[in-house]
C-alpha cells in the first residue's frame, strides 16, 4: 500500500474562492511501495464530486521544479491535511525561470479562454508569481484584498489589456 507523506486542500477551497457549488479537490503525494517502470506517477481520481490528484514524491518535484501550478500550491499550502514533509516545504524554493515560463503560458491560455472563472485563475497565477519573484515561494490563499483586486481587474480590463499586464513581467 503506498504511503501518504503529504495531502493538502486544493483548487478553490485552498485558493478561498470556493462558493456552494464547488467541488472538493485534494492534492495528495505518496510514496509508492513497489516501483513502477514509470518516470511519472500521477493519478487523478472524481469520486461523489470529490477530485483527488495523487502522485509519487519523484514526480511531485519534478513537477514543481517544472513550474506546475498545482503542485506549487501544494508545496507552498498552509493547510496540510498530513504533512510528513515539512521540513522539505518550508526550504523549497522555486525554480523560478521555469515557474515563470509555465505561469505565463497558462495565464495567456487563460485569458485567451474568455471565461471569467478562468480569467480570475490567470490573477491569482499573476499574484503568486509576483510573490514567488521576491522570495522563492508564495502563499496559494488569497487574502480579502487579493480577491477585492481580482473583482476590481476583471472588470476594468479587456482580454488584452489584461494579458498586457500579465505578460509585463511587472514582477
Request: hydrophobic share 35%; aromatic share 10%; charged share 25%.
Given at each position: 500500500?503506498?504511503?501518504?507523506?503529504?495531502k493538502t486542500p486544493h483548487g478553490s477551497h485552498l485558493y478561498g474562492l470556493a462558493h456552494e457549488n464547488s467541488d472538493e479537490d485534494f492534492y495528495t503525494v505518496v510514496v509508492r511501495d513497489k516501483r513502477g517502470k514509470r518516470y511519472k506517477y500521477a493519478k487523478q481520481s472524481i469520486v461523489d464530486g470529490?477530485?483527488?490528484?495523487?502522485?509519487?514524491?519523484?514526480?511531485?518535484?519534478?513537477?514543481?521544479?517544472?513550474?506546475?501550478?498545482?503542485?506549487?500550491?501544494?508545496?507552498f499550502s498552509p493547510v496540510p491535511l498530513v504533512d510528513?514533509?515539512?521540513?522539505?516545504?518550508?526550504?523549497?524554493?522555486?525554480?523560478?525561470?521555469?515557474m515563470r515560463d509555465t505561469y505565463q503560458r497558462t495565464m495567456q491560455n487563460?485569458?485567451?479562454?474568455?471565461?471569467?472563472?478562468?480569467?480570475?485563475?490567470?490573477?491569482?497565477?499573476?499574484?503568486?508569481?509576483?510573490?514567488?519573484?521576491?522570495?522563492?515561494?508564495?502563499?496559494p490563499v488569497l487574502s480579502d484584498r487579493q480577491k477585492w483586486w481580482m473583482g476590481q481587474v476583471l472588470g476594468l480590463f479587456s482580454d488584452e489589456e489584461l494579458l498586457g499586464m500579465l505578460l509585463s513581467n511587472g514582477y
Amino acid at each position: 500500500m503506498d504511503r501518504v507523506i503529504f495531502k493538502t486542500p486544493h483548487g478553490s477551497h485552498l485558493y478561498g474562492l470556493a462558493h456552494e457549488n464547488s467541488d472538493e479537490d485534494f492534492y495528495t503525494v505518496v510514496v509508492r511501495d513497489k516501483r513502477g517502470k514509470r518516470y511519472k506517477y500521477a493519478k487523478q481520481s472524481i469520486v461523489d464530486g470529490v477530485d483527488s490528484l495523487t502522485v509519487d514524491v519523484g514526480t511531485w518535484l519534478r513537477l514543481c521544479d517544472k513550474g506546475v501550478p498545482q503542485a506549487l500550491e501544494a508545496m507552498f499550502s498552509p493547510v496540510p491535511l498530513v504533512d510528513e514533509v515539512g521540513a522539505l516545504r518550508n526550504s523549497y524554493r522555486v525554480n523560478f525561470d521555469h515557474m515563470r515560463d509555465t505561469y505565463q503560458r497558462t495565464m495567456q491560455n487563460f485569458v485567451v479562454s474568455g471565461d471569467d472563472k478562468r480569467r480570475r485563475h490567470a490573477l491569482r497565477l499573476y499574484l503568486n508569481l509576483k510573490v514567488a519573484s521576491r522570495r522563492g515561494r508564495f502563499n496559494p490563499v488569497l487574502s480579502d484584498r487579493q480577491k477585492w483586486w481580482m473583482g476590481q481587474v476583471l472588470g476594468l480590463f479587456s482580454d488584452e489589456e489584461l494579458l498586457g499586464m500579465l505578460l509585463s513581467n511587472g514582477y
